[in-house]
Structure formats: C-alpha cells, structure tokens
C-alpha cells in the first residue's frame, strides 16, 4: 500500500527540487554581465525615445511653419486698411 498523504508528495517534491538546484552553479560574473546588459539596453531605449520626441518636435515645427507660409499674402477683411468711425453720441 502506498502513502499518498500531501505531506509525503511536498516532501518529495522539495528533495527533488532540492537536487536540482544543487546542480546548478551560476557564473561568478554573470550578475556584472546581466547588469550590464540591461544597462545597455536602458541607454540605447533612452537614446531612441529621445531621438523619436526631437524628430516629432522637428516635423511639427516643420508643418506648423509651412501652414503659416501658405496664409494668403493679400489684406484680408478685418485688416483691410478701412478705418470706420463709429458716431459720436451728443451729451
């Protein structure tokens, strides 16, 4: 007859897991080296997002500049030059 109790399956997992991960041996550098990485990674995410933010900035210049010289050079009706006076009121 077996024992199939839970404390005996954990018990058996916690051995075998136990042995596996005793076999394991990180690289005496491998923290340095994961650090590393990431930092890299950080810095090249950062560059981008900044490189992306001055391009947008730049075209939206760009665009809001050249909508300006497409404005109609002639006088338009409120700077007409035609001054009107309104009627002076008696006292």
Do not use: C
């Not at 076999?23 to 994961?34: E, I, K, N, Q, S």
């Amino acid at each position: 007859m077996k024992d199939t109790t839970p404390d005996r399956t954990e018990r058996e997992l916690q051995e075998a897991l136990a042995a596996l991960a005793g076999g394991v041996h990180a690289a005496p550098d491998a923290y340095r080296t994961a650090r590393g990485e990431w930092l890299r990674r950080e810095r090249r995410r950062r560059l981008v997002l900044a490189v992306l933010i001055a391009v947008v900035f730049a075209l939206a210049t760009l665009i809001g500049l050249w909508v300006l010289n497409q404005a109609p050079s002639d006088a338009g009706v409120i700077f007409s030059g035609t001054q009107v006076s309104l009627p002076r009121s008696s006292p």
